[in-house]
């Protein structure tokens, strides 16, 4: 036996096997140390190899799904391997012949399919890459879904590559080798800990790649796909390679590659997805996330398409209009939506019941599935179709939810009992009276019950003892179970002959008897047969309900749109959201806008949030403006940063928007660089992170992007942040052109709308009642007069000395900075002339330079001493002296 699982595991390296005995799964040498300590089970030994304990751990059968869950999440794989044999075949061949065993599937992150192993509301992608190399610089990308089977390729380039990995979101990575040294693949993968599987350069070479993809989808030519690039070919030979490699002989049921293009979505890199944390939290949690705080969807899949579409808002503004058009028609019809929504909440996964069947690891669960969902999809479409004129988008959507005959979920209904078992091989499925000739063997063998149960009666009294219990699996057939202590017993006279020792577990044993081995055949005989034709007509039905694929996918299609569009619409509804108005321009016009993800949290907490304007609007060829907001901290400038960015994207995936009224220009691209990050691990200090950031937005950003920016160069010392700050609003204005929102505490960049056109400044309303500071949350034009860091910190609870300490030096460093610079722009310091090429001579002093810092001296901020010393500065400037 350990030569066969050592060839076995020979033929698998890097996966843990599970190697089926009996009712469990065992694990030996190496593996059985990982699986003990990433599974908290016992690590036991059996037998020796080389003179040493061999290492020894199992898992029961029919808890495998929930080990494997565990596994998998620790970013294991795990090889399968089945016995293939009876066991009463083996013996024939030899006292001790070992069973046939082989691996059926391999089970990875990204090619999982179980029920209980999958996220019901995520997509489970596997993410193939493939690089033509020059003169073709640019990567395909093959993300499949074999759960739903969902394939879907896309070309971008290296500048590009991370932020399409973070659009997809995937749970594995499979590359040929000569793709690990991508520094960004290898970056992303390393900082969101996703496995990255290198397969041989032959999984996308070219001839053997569209072949590849010829087989598998039995096509005489790619040109029905659409322009496929090589690359894009490639990745998707090179996700069906690793498909065919982890699934052996089954064969999922892929939709044919549909490409997608790029321009088609918002571009929105990895950095700004983390930092507006659209579909999970920078602590990797959903709940506080955009995604969490929009999800009304009822059913499964309506929750993947809703996450789908957030992940990549269109850019046709026609497209968009079409979503809107459904939400809007669910808007104004709420008793039509309740009855759809009610009628979905009855819809299973559809998508992924199929793709079990599919594999040959479905159950009668997965059947019974299919069943309901014919059915609430024909209630569904029928009640749309009974309404009047629909949306084309929704028009669509019903007729895609009525592909399939409700006939066949009539049949299913009739074939299949009430209670179901999870696997096929329990049987008991096929409801009674369905089939005749099961009915007569199912009558047959339950007559033999009785003579069960009086038998295990006949044995307690043999045995004197009522714990004895007559049991039954699939490997040992009838036996006898006792506790240990009364095992013992039966081994010696007088029940010695008459029990027959069979196995011993830790706490009990195991028996049979001659007249128990006769009447097992007997009853094998009844119960095999009638196993048998529940297998039979299972395997009818499943082939009823795949000859349906095609149709069943559009209907799964159909209904997940209806979730999505009137799940959006009761978002509408219950919170007051608006149809925002979204077009070809470079409009940004925003009243009264809000934070979804905080006005929800401040709900739930019965307060108010405050709504605010943000216009940002543009015209072609001149470019969109520039807004610079400053204000103190908490008052709520990253909040109103962010929640623009987020009307952006929720507009544009076709979604209503919290905010009274909303005009958006198409934006193509998406940047936001909020937040402090460092990445040690490659020696980059919080301040370079930001700066890498700041370049790719400059280096990238166009006429018709969104560029969200905060406190940009407060990582350095004052003056090298000022300007790096003043330099970066420069380049925003003059270069790339685009609509901004740059949130600062460094005031002295408000003075740039004297000279730069499109720029406007914005401010937090704030008041100080007796020291105490009362923030507003109102952006109103202007510019904040200090930042109130000192009240900040004193709520933040710093100690009173801190504080007043803190409160003195600022008065000081406040009045000489007023005496220095008292008739001095921001533009005529030296730090800024010398940039702009000019000499850094100082401004003369004239007399009224005396009097504006006479005037600009605040005497109930001053301490004696900085009084004292702010007299002296004062008869020095007058003395021609400062």
């Not at 990445?679 to 969104?706: K, Y």
């Not at 002339?833 to 810092?853: H, I, S, Y």
């Amino acid at each position: 036996m350990m030569a066969q699982y050592s060839a076995i595991k020979a033929q698998n390296p890097g996966s843990l096997l599970f190697y089926r005995m009996g009712d469990f799964y065992e694990l030996f040498f190496g593996d059985a140390e990982i699986a003990a300590r990433a599974l908290g089970i016992v690590l036991t030994k059996r037998g020796k190899h080389e003179g040493q304990d061999i290492p020894m751990c199992g898992v029961p059968v029919e808890r495998a799904e929930d080990y494997l869950n565990r596994l998998i999440g620790q970013g294991h794989r795990v090889a399968v391997c089945e016995q293939i044999e009876d066991p009463a075949e083996a013996r024939k061949r030899g006292a001790k012949s070992v069973v046939h065993r082989q691996v059926v599937r391999l089970v990875t992150p990204g090619t999982i399919t179980e029920e209980l192993l999958l996220d019901p509301v995520r997509a489970n992608s596997l993410l193939a890459l493939a690089s033509g190399g020059p003169p073709e610089a640019f990567f395909g990308l093959a993300s499949v879904d074999i759960s739903t089977g969902t394939f879907i390729v896309v070309s971008a380039s290296e500048a590009s590559l991370e932020a399409e990995i973070a659009r997809i979101d995937p749970a594995e990575i499979v590359v040929p080798e000569a793709l690990l040294d991508v520094s960004c693949l290898a970056r992303f993968a390393r900082e969101t800990k996703l496995p990255v599987t290198p397969l041989g350069r032959e999984a996308a070479e070219g001839a053997s790649a569209e072949r590849r993809i010829k087989d598998y989808f039995g096509l005489a030519t790619l040109d029905g796909l659409g322009a496929l690039s090589r690359t894009e070919i490639a990745a998707a030979a090179v996700a069906l390679f690793y498909i065919e490699r982890t699934q052996l002989a089954a064969r999922p049921a892929l939709s044919l590659p549909a490409r997608v293009s790029r321009d088609a979505r918002m571009d929105i890199d990895a950095a700004t997805r983390a930092n507006l944390e659209l579909t999970r939290t920078l602590s990797g949690t959903r709940d506080g996330s955009l995604l969490a705080a929009i999800d009304k969807t009822v059913t499964a899949p309506g929750s993947r398409l809703l996450a789908e579409r957030l992940a990549a808002p269109l850019t046709d503004p026609r497209e968009i209009e079409a979503r809107l058009d459904s939400v809007s028609f669910f808007a104004g019809e709420p008793g039509l939506r309740r009855e759809i929504r009610a009628g979905l909440k009855a819809v299973p996964d559809i998508s992924r019941a199929l793709s079990r069947l599919a594999l040959d690891r479905g159950g009668p669960r997965d059947v019974a599935a299919l069943g309901a969902g014919i059915e609430a999809a024909s209630a569904v479409a029928g009640r749309l179709a009974a309404t009047g004129p629909l949306p084309a988008g929704l028009a669509e959507a019903s007729t895609a939810a009525a592909s399939v005959d409700p006939a066949i979920a009539a049949r299913l209904r009739q074939a299949l009992a009430e209670s179901l078992p999870l696997n096929r091989r329990d049987g008991g499925f096929v409801r009674t009276g369905y089939d005749a000739s099961l009915d007569e063997l199912r009558a047959l063998r339950d007559e033999n019950r009785g003579v069960i149960a009086a038998l295990q009666a006949r044995y307690c009294e043999m045995a004197e003892t009522k714990q004895l219990k007559l049991k039954h699996n699939h490997f040992l057939g009838y036996f006898i179970e006792v506790p240990q202590a009364q095992g013992e017993r039966l081994l010696k006279p007088p029940h010695e002959g008459v029990f027959i020792h069979r196995q011993t577990m830790a706490d009990a044993m195991r028996f049979s008897t001659r007249e128990l081995a006769e009447l097992e055949v007997k009853i094998a005989s009844a119960a095999d047969e009638a196993l048998a034709r529940e297998q039979t007509i299972f395997e009818e039905l499943a082939a009823q309900l795949l000859g349906e694929q095609t149709a069943l996918k559009k209907l799964a299609s159909g209904l997940a749109i209806i979730d999505v569009v009137a799940a959006l619409a009761e978002l509408a509804q219950a919170l007051d959201w608006s149809r925002p108005l979204v077009d070809a321009s470079l409009a940004f016009d925003i009243e009264s806008g809000r934070h979804p993800v905080v006005e929800a949290a401040l709900r739930r907490e019965g307060q108010v949030f405050a709504g605010n304007d943000c216009k940002l609007s543009g015209l072609p060829g001149k470019g969109g403006r520039i807004a610079v907001v400053t204000g103190p901290n908490m008052a709520g400038k990253s909040t109103y940063l962010r929640q623009n960015a987020l009307i952006a994207i929720l507009a544009q995936m076709g979604s209503f928007v919290p905010a009274a009224r909303a005009h958006i220009g198409v934006v193509d691209k998406l940047y936001s660089r909020v937040g402090a990050a460092d990445d040690l691990a490659r020696g980059r200090s919080t301040f370079m992170v930001e700066m890498i950031e700041t370049a790719a937005i400059l280096n990238q950003a166009g006429e018709h992007s969104l560029v969200i920016l905060d406190e940009i160069g407060r990582g350095t010392a004052t003056f090298d942040g000022l300007s790096i700050a003043w330099a970066v609003i420069e380049h925003l204005h003059e270069k790339n052109r685009a609509r901004a929102l740059f949130a600062t505490h460094f005031h002295e960049l408000t003075r740039l709308s004297v000279n730069l056109d499109r720029l406007d400044n914005l401010t937090v309303r704030v008041t100080d009642w007796n020291g105490e500071v009362v923030f507003l949350h109102e952006i109103v034009p202007g510019a904040a007069d200090r930042s109130y860091g000192i009240q900040v910190a004193k709520l933040a609870g710093l100690p009173g000395p801190v504080v007043a300490k803190a409160r003195t030096l600022l008065a000081e460093f406040e009045a000489a900075e007023r005496l220095a610079y008292a008739d001095r722009s921001v533009a005529d310091l030296p730090l800024f002339t010398a940039a702009q090429g000019q000499p850094a001579t100082p401004a003369p002093l004239q007399d009224e330079a005396w009097v504006m810092a006479f005037d600009a001296i605040d005497p109930d901020a001053l301490s004696p001493r900085a009084a004292l010393e702010t007299l002296y500065r004062l008869k020095k400037l007058r003395a021609g002296e400062g």
